[in-house]
């Protein structure tokens, strides 16, 4: 499942390229639930978890698959 995608426009008489990215319907969140066990950021296909203080996901660069969310034992990964 993707919610995320890349569109590139092609325009032929001007030789031009446009490409954008469409903001993710659904990205997922780290509740305060979250005890830093690393699940996580192991199973993230797209590498849009981060590891600091706490985790954060990255809206933009998450797909919305929710393989994180699965992985997480604790259930503080939830939809944002």
Not at 43 to 48: F, M, N
């Amino acid at each position: 499942m993707r919610f995320g995608m890349k569109v590139v426009v092609f325009l032929r008489h001007q030789n031009l390229k446009l490409t954008f990215k469409i903001k993710n319907i659904m990205a997922y969140k780290i509740t305060d639930s979250c005890v830093a066990c690393g699940s996580c950021i192991d199973e993230c296909p797209v590498g849009a978890i981060t590891e600091g203080d706490i985790y954060v996901i990255d809206a933009d660069a998450c797909v919305g698959c929710g393989t994180c969310a699965g992985a997480c034992p604790n259930e503080a990964i939830v939809e944002d």
